[in-house]
């Protein structure tokens, strides 16, 4: 089956470091990419999405990068911060129809004072 | 700012009840979601709405049902609770099919005792 899943489950990051969090997918036709963060006992919260025709996005203090040819996609945190701590997960959506949305399972970040 | 709100932070219920959760979006969406989360699981979609009084399954509808009423509410109805059924539920909504972000609620831990 399709599958979206995340290397690691748990990164641990000096205060002011860059995190990099990674997501691989499985479905090819998988065309539009979401980066969720959630903190403890709240709701996802939207960070930064990506196109399947863009292989970098930038927002603010976020770069999310999509690697098609590996099925790859990565979301880099620069200068993390405390108020970073949480879990970050990725979701893939296919173009068409409903446009099932598939959810990974989740990284938690932790950033070390 | 779009806003989803869930009507409980936290359920406890005994086996055998009926257990209502209701979600509120304030911003027009046509489409609404159901979800549960559970740990190592990720997201799993329980019943999705395109439109007023329209519904359709998702992954996991058994033991669920839904209601849309109106398009600003999305009840999930659990008909006899059971200790399965113990989760994180999470609320979202969006626009329309064509957009593809959805914003979810805070979430309702809910307990079966």
């Known amino acids: 089956g399709e599958s979206v899943g995340l290397h690691l489950p748990t990164l641990s990051v000096q205060e002011g470091d860059n995190s990099i969090i990674n997501c691989a997918y499985s479905?090819?036709?998988?065309?539009?990419f979401i980066w969720y963060k959630q903190e403890s006992g709240k709701g996802p919260q939207f960070i930064i999405d990506?196109?399947?025709?863009?292989d970098k996005r930038q927002g603010q203090r976020v770069t999310v990068l999509l690697n098609k040819t590996v099925k790859h996609l990565s979301l880099q945190i620069a200068a993390t911060q405390p108020g970073d701590s949480a879990v970050y997960f990725c979701a893939e959506l296919a173009s068409g129809g409903y446009q099932k949305v598939t959810f990974g399972t989740g990284t938690k970040l932790q950033v070390i004072p | 700012d779009v806003k989803v709100t869930q009507s409980s932070r936290y359920l406890v219920k005994r086996t055998g009840e009926k257990v209502f959760l209701e979600c509120v979006q304030d911003m027009d969406h046509e489409n609404m979601f159901w979800y549960r989360q559970d740990p190592g699981l990720g997201l799993r979609l329980i019943y999705f709405s395109y439109d007023v009084k329209m519904k359709e399954k998702g992954d996991i509808p058994e033991g669920y049902s839904v209601s849309r009423e109106k398009k600003e509410r999305f009840s999930l109805i659990l008909e006899s609770a059971s200790t399965n059924q113990t989760s994180m539920y999470l609320c979202?909504?969006?626009?329309?099919?064509?957009?593809?972000?959805?914003?979810f609620g805070p979430g309702t831990r809910l307990l079966v005792l």
């Open positions: 979202a909504s969006r626009r329309t099919p064509a957009s593809e972000t959805q914003y």
């Open positions: 479905n090819s036709a998988s065309d539009y």
């Open positions: 990506i196109r399947s025709n863009m």
